[in-house]
């Protein structure tokens, strides 16, 4: 992953001990654009579709 940071690019990488990253199957060509939440699971080898994933959580207190 390339990142611009204000004067210059910072590169990731990442590698899988097992496994491989599950890109998704649509145009190679075209931009696709994912929140931090998709980035993630891509980064931890998971699909970006999570039928089974928890809901995002919003709320900003903590009892």
């Given at each position: 992953?390339?990142?611009?940071?204000?004067n210059?690019?910072?590169l990731?990488?990442?590698?899988?001990?097992?496994?491989t990253?599950?890109?998704?199957?649509?145009?190679?060509s075209?931009?696709?654009?994912?929140n931090?939440?998709?980035?993630?699971?891509?980064?931890?080898?998971?699909?970006?579709?999570?039928?089974?994933?928890?809901?995002?959580?919003?709320?900003?207190?903590?009892?």
């Amino acid at each position: 992953m390339l990142q611009w940071d204000h004067n210059g690019f910072w590169l990731h990488y990442r590698r899988l001990e097992r496994g491989t990253f599950q890109w998704p199957d649509e145009n190679p060509s075209e931009t696709l654009k994912i929140n931090r939440r998709q980035l993630q699971w891509l980064l931890d080898g998971l699909s970006l579709n999570q039928s089974q994933a928890h809901r995002e959580v919003t709320a900003r207190t903590v009892l």
